[in-house]
């Protein structure tokens, strides 16, 4: 039987690889990837607070995500990315999909430390 941080892992993993994914089949719209992706990262949270134990509402989660999305400055580091390589063909690409899933990744580990905190005050 797997931990509570394997399956915390796993949840993140498996939403950061779909994110990706949505941005790769998305025309290298941004904007639109993020629209894609909010519904699977929003799923992610709901997941990481089902395993510590603590139900919350897809209004809460979605708040949460706005609140840890709105710190992490996501377009600065999408567009100081864009900057560097974003001219050069298919690499452009990658480095869209890379950016979208380190993202998801860094939403849902914030997401786990909130949720560990909220557990310990319990």
Known sequence: MASTKQRISEIIYEASVTCAG??????????????????IQIAMILAIASEHGIEISNAAATELLSMISSTMQSRQLLYSRQALVGWLPGIDDANNDSTMAA???????????????????K
């Not at 949505?22 to 519904?39: C, F, Q, R, S, V």
């Not at 993202?103 to 005050?121: M, P």
């Open 103 to 121: 993202l998801t990744e860094a939403i849902g580990w914030a997401a786990n430390s909130h949720f560990d905190q909220a557990a310990a005050n």
């Open 22 to 39: 949505i941005d790769e089949n998305l025309a290298n719209g941004t904007e639109a990837g993020k629209l894609e992706a909010a519904p």
